[in-house]
């Protein structure tokens, strides 16, 4: 049991969001997952964490955001600078027909549902161990 538990508090989620309260809800649902998270507020913020941490496994990113590159931007370039990290891309605006995500990546609509949000990082993160 104690290396179950090590094994997923091991597993991070970088939470890009630059609203407070739909990124605690967010961090809220990373950590009913099981996961451990980090918060970032915009891109800017979150390249700051992926070039200084080697632990993170999944992005989950707004992607209307101010800063130097929208979540859709940095999801395209987190896919090709760190291949490895699973991507989870969300909006309360636009719909997933309307936008070119990343191969691998996923797409949900705000507002986020936990059973949704919850088995898409299970199951990516699940994929990732598998490998």
């Not at 094994?7 to 970088?14: F, G, K, N, Y």
Request: aromatic share 4%; glycine share 4%.
């Amino acid at each position: 049991m104690m290396v179950l538990d090590q094994s997923v508090a091991r597993t991070v989620v970088l939470v890009v969001e630059d609203e407070m309260l739909p990124r605690m809800r967010a961090l809220d649902l990373v950590e009913d997952a099981g996961y451990a998270s980090v918060e970032a507020v915009d891109a800017d913020e979150a390249f700051a964490l992926l070039e200084s941490r080697t632990d993170i496994a999944l992005l989950l990113t707004d992607i209307q955001m101010p800063g130097s590159m929208d979540g859709l931007k940095l999801a395209h370039t987190v896919h090709t600078r760190w291949p490895p990290i699973k991507i989870i891309l969300v909006s309360g605006q636009l719909k997933s027909t309307n936008i070119d995500i990343p191969a691998g990546s996923r797409f949900l609509e705000k507002p986020l549902e936990a059973v949704k949000i919850i088995a898409q990082m299970r199951h990516l993160l699940g994929d990732a161990e598998d490998r």
